[in-house]
């Protein structure tokens, strides 16, 4: 099969398209021929800093992680799936574990769905990572209908997926954005967009809550943002953060009570845990898509496998609005 590999690690590392040996395979897995996977910011980090992080796969690599495609082959122990089947997940580039980035992958039936009926393969693709990171934070912060949540960074991956799930839920949601086409998007979902760089934290607290904070703040920011999550979340409120590999002053959260609660939703993967618990959540999601209540958001450009270089480069330049998304 065609597969886009790279030798070594590093910035300036290059894709380079390899025939390699079509996957077998083994217990518990199903043979799918990839239409189309998407870029994640941890795919990117992977490319750049790999022989730095322990879940990277050795060289030469195949990378990439999202996926949505046809079934061409079932393992007899897999009774969940058929030959055909229209599936989607996130069940590569780490590890032992092939990636994305080639025409066929052998993937643990644990880790995958069936593909909403509604959505192309193209967007089906942009959802597993950044949906089960969404729909977990959501889940762990314990959140409810009419509460408050605010997500920092309503349009991104995973804010995108965060502020329509959430509203799903029954709550009434806010997000932080920083332009008037993310405004518009953000208020598209049935949210109320907050201009973080006209507005202070004190000031849209007080706007929107009364002074009194939001029940649920989910920060797919982080870092230093983290601090301004803890002084716009209530007394004994709950946060969820995506980006924590910082050194950040938790005082704020002490005298409030406060919860974090930390996604990172790779551990699955990684250390073979639960692994079910993502094919259930990708279930749950498909429902959601199905009932009209969540659309993904797909950067405007397109990318072919063979130019899977420059949709890196679309990711890495924060120029993207929504996935970045390559098409076999």
């Given at each position: 099969m065609k597969a886009m590999t790279i030798k070594k690690y590093g910035e300036s590392a290059k894709f380079e398209s390899n025939e390699v040996e079509k996957p077998t395979l083994k217990g518990g897995q199903v043979l799918v021929k990839i239409s189309a996977s998407s870029i994640n910011t941890v795919d990117t980090m992977i490319r750049n800093m790999?022989?730095?992080?322990?879940?990277?796969?050795?060289?030469?690599?195949?990378?990439?992680?999202?996926?949505?495609?046809?079934?061409?082959k079932v393992d007899e122990n897999v009774t969940e799936f058929?030959?055909?089947?229209?599936?989607?997940g996130c069940a590569?580039?780490?590890?032992?574990?092939?990636?994305?980035?080639a025409e066929y992958i052998a993937a643990d039936s644990k880790l995958i769905a069936l593909k909403p009926k509604?959505?192309?393969m193209k967007e089906a693709a942009s959802i597993p990572l950044v949906?089960?990171?969404?729909?977990?934070?959501?889940?762990?912060?314990n959140v409810k209908r009419g509460q408050k949540v605010l997500v920092h960074g309503g349009t991104g991956g995973v804010g995108h997926l965060a502020v329509q799930i959430a509203k799903h839920f029954g709550a009434d949601v806010y997000s932080t954005v920083s332009s008037e086409k993310q405004f518009k998007i953000v208020e598209s979902y049935g949210a109320k967009a907050i201009n973080y760089k006209t507005e202070t934290v004190e000031?849209?607290?007080?706007k929107h809550t009364n002074s009194a904070g939001f029940d649920v703040v989910y920060d797919t920011v982080g870092g230093e943002n983290m601090l301004k999550s803890f002084e716009a979340t209530a007394l004994n409120g709950q946060v969820a953060t995506t980006v924590s590999l910082c050194e950040i002053d938790l005082s704020t959260m002490h005298f409030k009570g406060l919860s974090l609660h930390v996604v990172f939703m790779l551990i699955q993967m990684m250390h073979n845990f639960q692994r079910e618990k993502h094919g259930e959540i990708l279930r749950n999601i498909t429902k959601i898509v199905e009932s009209g209540a969540l659309k993904p958001l797909l950067d405007e450009e397109s990318f072919s496998l063979e130019n899977v270089g420059k949709?890196?480069?679309?990711?890495?330049?924060?120029?993207?609005i929504g996935k970045v998304v390559v098409e076999n």
């Open positions: 790999g022989n730095d992080l322990p879940f990277a796969p050795v060289t030469p690599a195949i990378l990439g992680m999202d996926f949505a495609g046809t079934i061409e058929s030959v055909g089947d229209e599936v989607y590569g580039g780490l590890g032992d574990l092939q990636g994305t980035l509604n959505l192309t949906g089960i990171t969404a729909y977990e934070g959501l889940i762990r912060a000031d849209y607290v007080k949709a890196y480069a679309k990711l890495e330049s924060g120029n993207a």
